[in-house]
């Protein structure tokens, strides 16, 4: 009889002891949670500030993203590479990867006979510092555009071109000229505010849950999320955010970080549960 007891001991303090690692993993699991939460929260407002193609600006191709981030109408212009011939419309950059001396981008309107070479042509050159990556417009060149040039390059020319000095934070400064300014084929758009997006979602979700039970226990890890008195949540909580994806709203560049270690972040936490399951599971084993 007093075997038995002593081993009833015994398996209630297991249990106790199991219940408080359990305790202690959920807590674990949550603060990396709420990490993965700041993260999701914080850096895409960090990462979109250093422009889509990042600096510093290395290759010929970043240097003309740069030019078209301003706004400039070259989108449709073809590189000037070896094999391009009878182009109308295209350009070449000029400098040294990994120099601080500023890209070269030249965008050049050829007419009259074009697959033989272009009788005629009209260029538009531009600056691109490769360190800060502020991009101005240097000068123009060439006969004055026909009347079937595309209206936004007629525009840029009547305007001088230099139009604007943007850097990559977005920011605009009116050049010192009474010309109007420069006009873009490329629509106007604005980056998202992930943080006040978040905040909304976060606000949505708390106002859809109902309230805990007077008895309910925070601690408890199978407590269905609920609203506690204090306007605390108790409970699991999502994991993270939903992202509409890139920040650009187009293709995937490296300037969406955030998006793209997330996943490594869920794979850390899932691998800790994973870890904390088996440490259990093998105490429970050598109990037995």
Request: charge should be negative.
């Amino acid at each position: 009889m007093k075997l038995n007891v002593m081993k009833l001991r015994a398996m209630k303090v297991r249990e106790v002891k199991e219940r408080n690692m359990q305790i202690k993993l959920t807590r674990v699991f949550t603060a990396l949670t709420a990490l993965a939460l700041i993260f999701a929260a914080v850096l895409p407002a960090r990462v979109s500030a250093a422009g889509s193609h990042g600096l510093p600006i290395d290759t010929p191709a970043e240097a003309h993203e740069a030019v078209l981030e301003t706004g400039a109408p070259f989108g449709d212009f073809a590189f000037l590479g070896d094999g391009l011939i009878g182009a109308s419309q295209y350009y070449e950059v000029k400098g040294e990867p990994g120099s601080a001396a500023s890209w070269i981008v030249i965008y050049t309107y050829g007419w009259g006979d074009c697959p033989a070479g272009c009788i005629s042509r009209h260029t538009f050159v531009y600056q691109v510092d490769p360190v800060t990556g502020e991009v101005r417009f240097d000068r123009q060149e060439g006969e004055a555009l026909p009347a079937e040039a595309p209206e936004a390059l007629k525009q840029l020319e009547a305007s001088g071109g230099a139009a604007v000095v943007t850097t990559p934070i977005d920011t605009t400064v009116p050049a010192a000229s009474d010309a109007p300014p420069a006009a873009s084929d490329a629509p106007a758009t604005e980056d998202p505010d992930w943080a006040a997006m978040y905040e909304q979602w976060y606000e949505d979700f708390v106002a859809g849950l109902e309230p805990c039970a007077p008895d309910a226990d925070p601690a408890d890890p199978a407590l269905m999320t609920c609203l506690l008195p204090d306007g605390s949540v108790a409970g699991p909580m999502p994991l993270f955010a939903p992202a509409p994806g890139p920040m650009d709203g187009g293709e995937s560049t490296g300037g969406d970080g955030w998006i793209n270690e997330l996943p490594k972040i869920i794979l850390a936490m899932l691998l800790v549960w994973i870890g904390g399951a088996a440490i259990v599971g093998w105490r429970k084993s050598r109990a037995v």
